[in-house]
């Protein structure tokens, strides 16, 4: 199939899933995860519609941002404009390059990382939005933060000017049945919404695979992070 017919089924199960939860559906964005995939793909998956996209790696984006830039260009398109995501780890010395690239970091997990985004962002002249990512699985292949330490975190953070903290991500263990991802998904929201009293601007969610974004919506996601059935499988000797 198309990439844009996988896009418009896609969209059909998200709101199948949000009728099925009573929720509406424009409370859950699509966000098509393009790691591993041509750049061609993304513009495939933009003329089709879709504008927001998930990337893993600074460099692989960096790479591909040439063609991707005139995208989000205000003075080239009507909005909604293309927006750019990093949802994979982020090493201190690139918090710059991924300031200056993504409209979004959404895997920040320690003060550090935190306070050089910060600083780029100063340095960009701009506000810089950004997810904590918490660990909860206890998989050493995963990243975030330990949910012990999120409040202190996101108390340091409130403290960054030039950084705009709206939500929580998390990577649950992969299974092949989608109800293991279900408490992992609960944990995450229970969370959200105790932080959410002290920091209003924590409304987002951002929960839910390929497999498994049915279960993440019905526990209130409001960004599932699809890859794999939007754009295929990805060729794993292509990571660098
Ligand atoms: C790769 C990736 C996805 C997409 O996974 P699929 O199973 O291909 O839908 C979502 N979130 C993160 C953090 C990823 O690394």
Redesign the pocket.
């Known amino acids: 199939m198309s990439i844009a017919a996988n896009l418009a089924q896609i969209h059909d199960q998200i709101a199948a899933a949000c009728r099925h939860a009573n929720r509406p559906i424009a409370d859950v964005a699509l966000m098509a995860?393009s790691?591993l995939h041509p750049v061609d793909c993304m513009l495939e998956a933009h003329a089709a519609g879709h504008r927001l996209f998930?990337e893993?790696r600074v460099q692989e984006f960096a790479e591909k941002f040439p063609t991707l830039a005139p995208l989000s260009d205000p003075a080239r398109n009507d909005p909604p404009y293309a927006q750019y995501h990093l949802?994979?780890p982020l090493q201190s010395n690139k918090t710059a390059r991924a300031a200056e690239l993504f409209h979004s970091i959404d895997t920040v997990d320690s003060l550090k990382i935190a306070q050089r985004l910060n600083t780029a962002a100063a340095a960009l002249n701009k506000k810089l939005p950004l997810l904590i990512e918490v660990k909860l699985s206890h998989e050493d292949s995963k990243h975030g933060i330990p949910p012990e330490d999120l409040p202190a975190l996101l108390s340091a953070v409130a403290e960054l000017s030039h950084l705009e903290a709206l939500g929580l991500m998390t990577?649950p263990p992969w299974d092949l049945d989608p109800e293991t991802a279900r408490p992992y998904f609960q944990t995450l929201r229970r969370l959200r919404d105790q932080q959410q009293r002290l920091y209003p601007t924590l409304t987002q969610l951002s929960i839910g695979?390929?497999?498994d974004f049915a279960v993440a919506i019905e526990e209130g996601s409001t960004c599932v992070?699809?890859?794999?059935?939007i754009f295929g499988k990805?060729v794993p000797s292509a990571q660098p």
């Open positions: 995860v790691k998930g893993n949802i994979g990577v695979m390929s497999n992070r699809i890859g794999t059935a990805r």
